[in-house]
C-alpha cells in the first residue's frame, strides 16, 4: 500500500464510525511510518533501548542520584500537637542511613530503587525483614520483573516474588516498599513513564536510527557509485574498493577520496541538514525533560540557560520535582516501617539543596539567628559545624529601640556607675 492509497481511503465521519462499531486505530489503516518503513510510533519500547537514548539516561541517573543523595532521618513525633520531635539516632535510622542489609548501602539501595521508579518499568519494589519484635533489621531490593502484586477476595495485597530456581516466595503488603511512578485508579497497577510516552521515545529511536545509518562506520554517510561497469560483480568489486580506500582516509585523517576512473560517487538520501537532525535530537532531549518535570538545564541542555534563569531552574527542581518524590517516599517508609498510627516517621532532608552560594547563605542564617527564628546551634548545624554551649537560645537583633528607652537605659547606667 503507498501514501496515495491512504490518502485516497473514503472519509469517514467519526459519527458513522460510532454506528457501526468501529474504532479509527482498528481501522487497518498503514501508518506513514510503516510506509516509510520505520518502527511503528505504537510500537513498544524496552528498557535497553530507551536507556540508550541520552535524554532518558541523564534523566533517569540524575534523578536516581539525587534520591540516593538526600539525607534520610527518622524522627519520633510528638504525642501531643504543640510537641518537640525527638531525632532517632538508632535502629531504623541505622538502617536507613548507613547499610540496609550486611551488603549494600543505602545510597546504592536508593539509586538502584528510583532507577526502576523513573526507568522501566516504572515501580520498585523492596522487603522488609523484621525481628521477633518485630522491628525493620534489613532491607533486600527486589527486581521488578520478578514481581507480581495482586488482590484477594477481602482485599488484601500480596506480592508474589519468583525467586531463583523458580521457586515462589509471597509478601504480605506491610513488609514490602512499593512505589510507583503514577498509580491507576485500581491502585494495583501503574503507569510506566517509558511504556505510555512510547510513541515520544520511539520517534527518538528513529532519529538516531537514522543518524547511524546515515553517518555510518567511520563517519562516512551513504552513497551510490555510478560508473560505466560491464556486471554487477565489477560494480560490487569497485565498491568494496571504494570502502577500503574511504575507511584507510578516514583513520588517516586524508580530507580527499581517490575514485577509480569514470566513476562518480554520489549521496544516496537526503541531506541531514536539510532533514533539520541536529534539532530533531535536541528536542528528543526536551521530551525527555516533560516526561520527568526536569529543567532542560540537569539533562545537559544549556541551549537556552542563561545566568539569570538557571538558579530559578534549581528552585524549580527542588520545588516541583524532587519535593514530589520526597514526599511519597517517606510517606512510603513511614508507613511500611513504622505502620499506620505509630508516632515515628522518615524525613528526608533537602534543605542542602536549598542552600545556595556562600554569602546568600550566611545572610540567611544570621538574619534567622538576629530575629529569633533560629537558634545559633541550629544556624551551625545547617553549616555541619558542632554546637557551642550557650548557642541553644534564641536571640534578637536590639539596635532598634525607642530613643525615649535608650535615654533611660544610658542614665540609669550611669547612675549605676557612679554608686
Request: with cysteine.
Amino acid at each position: 500500500m503507498g501514501l496515495t492509497d491512504i490518502f485516497r481511503r473514503d472519509r469517514v465521519q467519526p459519527a458513522a464510525l460510532e454506528e457501526r462499531g468501529q474504532v479509527l486505530h482498528d481501522s487497518g489503516a498503514t501508518s506513514i511510518s510503516e510506509v516509510l518503513n520505520a518502527a511503528p510510533m505504537s510500537e513498544g519500547v524496552t528498557a535497553l533501548e530507551a536507556m540508550g537514548l541520552t535524554g532518558v539516561w541523564a534523566a533517569v541517573n540524575f534523578l536516581s542520584a539525587a534520591m540516593a543523595d538526600v539525607p534520610i532521618e527518622v524522627y519520633d513525633g510528638p504525642a501531643k500537637k504543640g510537641g518537640v520531635a525527638k531525632k532517632v539516632t538508632t535502629g531504623p535510622a541505622v538502617l536507613l542511613s548507613g547499610a540496609v542489609n550486611d551488603t549494600t548501602t543505602s545510597v546504592d539501595w536508593r539509586e538502584v530503587f528510583f532507577s526502576e521508579v523513573f526507568g522501566n518499568p516504572g515501580r520498585a519494589y523492596s522487603y522488609i525483614e523484621r525481628n521477633a519484635r518485630g522491628e525493620p533489621v534489613n532491607i533486600f531490593h527486589l527486581e521488578a520483573n520478578r514481581v507480581t502484586v495482586r488482590r484477594t477476595e477481602d482485599g488484601s495485597i500480596f506480592y508474589d516474588y519468583a525467586a531463583a530456581g523458580g521457586r515462589k516466595i509471597t509478601y504480605p503488603a506491610g513488609d514490602v516498599i512499593d512505589l510507583a511512578f503514577l498509580r491507576k485508579p485500581d491502585m494495583l497497577s501503574s503507569w510506566s513513564p517509558v511504556q505510555t510516552c512510547r510513541g515520544a521515545i520511539r520517534q527518538e529511536l528513529n532519529a538516531q536510527k537514522y543518524a547511524l545509518t546515515v553517518f555510518g562506520k567511520n563517519g562516512v554517510p551513504p552513497y551510490t557509485l555510478k560508473g560505466a561497469f560491464n556486471s554487477a560483480k565489477a560494480a560490487m568489486v569497485a565498491a568494496a574498493d571504494v570502502m577500503k580506500v574511504a575507511r584507510r582516509s578516514a583513520e588517516e585523517g586524508k580530507p580527499i577520496l581517490p575514485l577509480p576512473a569514470g566513476t562518480d560517487l554520489q549521496r544516496l538520501g537526503d541531506d541531514p541538514t536539510k532533514m533539520q537532525l541536529t534539532e530533531v535530537r535536541r528536542f528528543g532531549v526536551e521530551q525527555a525533560a516533560r516526561i520527568y518535570s526536569l529543567p532542560p538545564m540537569f539533562l545537559q541542555d544549556l541551549s537556552k540557560g542563561t545566568f539569570a534563569n538557571t538558579e530559578q531552574q534549581d528552585l524549580h527542581l527542588v520545588k516541583h520535582t524532587l519535593r514530589r518524590w520526597v514526599k511519597k517516599f517517606e510517606a512510603e517508609l513511614s508507613l511500611k516501617l513504622f505502620g499506620r498510627n505509630a508516632r515515628r516517621y522518615v524525613k528526608l532532608n533537602l534543605e542542602g539543596l536549598l542552600r545556595g552560594d556562600f554569602k546568600t547563605r550566611m545572610e540567611g542564617i544570621a538574619k534567622a539567628v538576629q530575629n529569633g527564628l533560629m537558634t545559633p546551634n541550629e544556624g551551625r548545624a545547617l553549616e555541619g559545624r558542632e554546637p557551642l554551649e550557650g548557642g541553644d537560645d534564641l536571640m534578637i537583633q536590639g539596635a532598634t529601640v525607642p530613643i525615649k528607652l535608650l535615654i533611660k537605659q544610658i542614665t540609669a547606667a550611669m547612675e549605676k556607675a557612679k554608686t
